[in-house]
């Protein structure tokens, strides 16, 4: 059977490029990077390469590198490392509405444990509520979080008007740019947040490896403590394989960005477009968006069984729906945006790719639009 694979924003395919760059790593870097020998000095160097590749994507210098277990922990070690640093009484940490679990389940823990912490909201068009944030922002406010491209929607935040308004009060500013890097420009300079979260498989490298910036001098709590790798932020000997990986699809990210965006773009649009006019698809999330994202809404239509159907028709596709104790949990995104519960129950999630074709996105448009007509005969009742 033919797949076609519309998921991209739930993980990526190793990059065939990436996986050259690992493989040799794997078979023969095994030394141990913080050994004084030939075989450490070998991986260290391999280290050194993929650092100096992932501060070039980020417009960061190599030591403001450490490298992560993935983008959960490179959330978990920002949000807690720098509301762990901040002086008293700055202890109060804020979040956006539709930022992803690894950020507000690590803020929800936090508030378990004492600290001050609220949410901003987002606004219909799936954009951060400054205004909101403007009235949260108080001189006791140590962090605030905010991603720069929603994983869902594809909405990129105006991260840079949250660090004005963050520094007006003293406060420090950790992005999430798990979704945005490779995707978009991410430069940490313009920005000018003091910490910024990247993760390998979102971007056509391996799983379970990230990495986070920080910026020079920034103040941080260590949680992962043991060794003095990553200049003490983040101790464990180093997945090196995993890192090279990193590294290499860095630079193919940053090498293909303008061309791939362009392209995927232009595949991303034409699909909405024709969902719009064969199945009246609503969009989910206004522009800005990076260009892979397309969230739509399909009145009358059940997400769920629409996703099981098309698996079964050889498209993947995501809801925004989370199945947490085998109880499926509409979107907190989309229910942020203050999306009736039908119109998120219908809602599914497109993320195209660096490999997607325009022939894929066609055959795959064609059946999402045969499965919805099905849906919509089977149950006419519920339009
Ligand atoms: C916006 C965002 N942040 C963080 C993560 C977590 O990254 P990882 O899967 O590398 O732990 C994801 C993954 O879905 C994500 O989309």
Known sequence: MRRVYLDHNATTPLDPRVFEAMAPVLRDTFGNASSLHWFGQQARAALDQARADVAALLSATSAEIVFTAGGTEADNLALRGLAGAAREPRRKVLYSAAEHHAVMHTARALAEEGWPVEAVRVGEDGGLDLEDLRGKLDDHTAVVAVMLANNETGRIQPVAEVVRLARERGALVHCDAVQAAGKMPVDVRALDVDTLAISAHKMYGPKGVGALYVKRNTRMRTWVRGGSQERNRRAGTENVAGIVGLGRAAALSRAGLAEDGARVGALRDALEERLAREAGARRNGEDPRVPNTANLSFEGV??????????????????????????????????????????????????????????????????????????????????
């Open 302 to 383: 059940d997400a769920e069984s629409l996703l099981m159907a098309l698996d079964l028709a050889g498209v993947a596709v995501s809801t925004g729906a989370a199945c947490a104790a085998g109880a499926v949990e509409p979107s907190h995104v989309l229910r942020a945006m203050g999306l009736r519960p039908e119109r998120v129950q219908g809602s599914l999630r497109f993320s195209l790719g660096r490999f997607t074709t325009a022939d894929d996105v066609d055959h795959a448009a064609g059946l999402v639009v045969q499965a919805i007509e099905r849906q919509r005969a089977a149950a006419p009742v519920r339009r």
